[in-house]
């Protein structure tokens, strides 16, 4: 797809390396050419190659391109569902219509079979972020029983709202300490940096707290290398490759230590976002800390705390202008 895109595309490049004419590829012969003409990240080829081993090639990987039709597509996804979740099954779908989408401008089939699949339905988990008291007790357990560079990394993420992937590709080049900013830029996943989710840069807002976390980490990793990442995996003193090691050796201890029900580590991100707004801070101002385009993503996430952010104080404020207005309508005797 990406040497289509640069205009050096070339059939027989790919397609044909097998020996075969192409009209008699497999699905597995070209699925797997076509892999090595998309550029994008490693993480995001892994997640591709998984789809591809796990979802389609038992399904239909020895079938020639011209055989596999919109029923075999079909009954694939139905088998897929008994499987794994809905979300998955249309992740890897993206994938198999980026194969047949191909094989199409290659004029090896008319057809995509898998048009007209439609993505399975699937709700998202809700927020579950976590109590202001709950947030306190695990930065004061998390101060005290571990090193100091992990308590700094929780701090920021509970004062930041960074999505996980974001914090552990900081540097400190993206501190801008006079205008109190971090700059947000990249993602780390699996060990390799990429771009932000939404791919975008943007800035946020340190608090005091952040600030001074980010002071006493600089006694870690600033001092041995400035333009470096600010924070390490503080056992071995490299960076984070992922988040697994924080969430297993730091964070599920934590919350099992002081009897909190137990959630993932991106709860920080929600319980950032949901102090705000029932502190009654501009939803505008925190959709754009978190990175959102603009306010929608917020409310439709986080409706029920932004509807009980006001403790009733938008609907006092409604009944006192009906109050008012009620003084100036007619009476229904007066219509008479």
């Known amino acids: 797809m990406g040497a289509i895109q640069a205009g050096v ?19 597995r012969d070209y699925a797997d050419a076509w892999l090595k003409t998309i550029v994008v ?4 080829r892994d997640s591709y190659e998984v789809a591809l081993s796990a979802s389609w090639n038992p399904a239909f990987g020895d079938m020639a391109l011209g055989e596999i039709r919109f029923s075999d597509v079909k009954k694939a996804v139905a088998g897929r569902a008994a499987q794994v979740s809905g979300k998955t099954i249309n992740n890897h779908l993206i994938v198999l219509r980026g194969v047949f989408d191909t094989a199409m401008r290659d004029e090896l089939i008319r057809k995509n079979p898998a048009q007209g699949v439609e ?5 998202s988990p809700p927020p579950d972020p976590f109590e202001a008291h709950e947030r306190d007790a695990i930065l004061a357990h998390l101060a005290k029983k571990f090193d100091e560079q992990v308590s700094n990394y929780f701090i920021l993420a509970f004062d930041t709202g960074l999505r996980p ?3 552990i590709a900081l540097s400190w080049p993206d501190i ?12 780390r996943v699996v060990g390799e940096d990429k771009g932000t989710k939404t791919s975008t840069v943007r800035e946020v807002d340190l608090s005091d707290a952040a600030l001074a976390a980010l002071e006493r980490q600089k006694t870690h990793t600033f001092m041995k290398r400035p333009d470096g990442p600010i924070f390490e995996n503080p056992a071995t003193g490299k960076p984070w490759h992922d988040l697994q090691v924080q969430r297993r050796r730091y964070f599920t201890p934590t919350l099992t230590a002081l009897k909190i029900r137990h959630r993932d580590m991106y709860q920080s991100r929600h319980t950032f976002a949901t102090l705000l707004l029932m502190g009654g801070v501009n939803p505008t101002y925190i959709a754009k800390q ?15 705390w932004i509807e009980g952010a006001d403790r009733g104080a938008e609907a006092a404020k409604a009944n006192a202008l009906l109050g008012q207005s009620s003084t100036n309508r007619p009476r229904a005797n007066d219509a008479l």
Not at 10 to 25: C, T
Not at 119 to 123: A, D, I, T
Not at 176 to 187: E, H, L, P, V, Y
């Open 9 to 27: 595309y070339r059939r027989g490049d790919f397609f044909e390396a097998s020996g075969k004419p192409a009209s008699q590829q497999t699905f």
């Open 41 to 44: 990240a490693k993480s995001t």
């Open 119 to 123: 993505n399975l339905k699937h709700q």
């Open 165 to 167: 992937s974001e914090q």
């Open 176 to 187: 801008d300490w006079n205008r109190r900013k971090a700059k947000i830029s990249k993602a």
């Open 290 to 304: 978190l990175g959102h385009a603009n306010t929608g993503m917020l409310f439709k996430v986080y409706g029920t």
